[in-house]
């Protein structure tokens, strides 16, 4: 059985080793690590404690816990409509940024970051930062357990969605929770490719399919 809640402070250390072993190899993550003999891992680690340590400050981090010892076996972090990063929080997360990326992924961190602000919405909407699942958790629905709890939400506030996908894989996956594909994001290794889940309001309502009468 799997639940999903809010991650607490205390689940730091081990969400952070979730998405760390997740996306370690991932094209866009990948880019910014240290790319000297440093452990990448430890690096991968270091870059999602600077991550997560605001978001589960806000509430904005929900976690699969395993039922019965709730190991965290995935975990999706989530920024809310509206939602500021000030200077102030950014600065307070500095020393894990550093430890994660050196001077030169910072540099390249940037980058990524205003290519990809280029292609979000302007309408209010969560957008779905990172999603990880355990290695040995893969394949048993943790994802979509993780999507189906916070679109929920979502859905109850009747916001929109949005996210960057680099593989096809995954898109599979958000296809499946009502995403749209749109354009591939262009600067950032890759090329992850946006993905818009519309408000309930603004759903175009599926065709009724009626049931001939066998008597007609």
């Known amino acids: 059985m799997i639940t999903i ?10 969400a952070a080793a979730v998405l760390a072993e997740a996306f370690v190899d991932d094209p866009v993550t990948g880019a910014v690590l240290r790319r000297t003999g440093a452990d990448r891992l430890g690096c991968a680690q270091h870059l999602f404690v600077a991550l997560l340590r605001p978001a589960i400050a806000d509430g904005t981090v929900d976690v699969a816990r395993r039922s019965g010892d709730g190991q965290v076996l995935g975990v999706a972090i989530w920024e809310a409509p509206g939602a500021v990063t000030t200077i ?29 602000e280029r292609y979000r919405p302007r309408q209010p909407h969560w957008y779905l930062q990172e999603i990880g699942v355990a290695a040995d958790a893969r394949g048993r629905g943790v994802g979509g357990a993780l999507l189906h709890a916070r679109l929920a939400d979502v859905d109850t506030q009747d916001a929109g969605a949005y996210l960057e ?52």
């Open 165 to 216: 996908s680099s593989t096809e894989r995954n898109r599979r996956l958000y296809r499946r929770h009502g995403f749209v594909e749109g354009a591939p994001v262009r600067g950032v290794p890759a090329a992850p490719v946006t993905m818009w889940r519309p408000p309930v309001s603004q759903r175009t309502p599926r065709p009724s399919v009626t049931t001939p009468d066998p008597s007609a």
């Open 88 to 116: 102030v929080r950014l600065a307070a997360q500095l020393p894990s940024f550093w430890r994660a990326c050196g001077a030169a992924g910072l540099r390249r961190a940037l980058v990524t970051k205003r290519a990809v």
């Open 5 to 14: 809640t809010p991650a607490r402070p205390g689940d730091l250390a081990a």
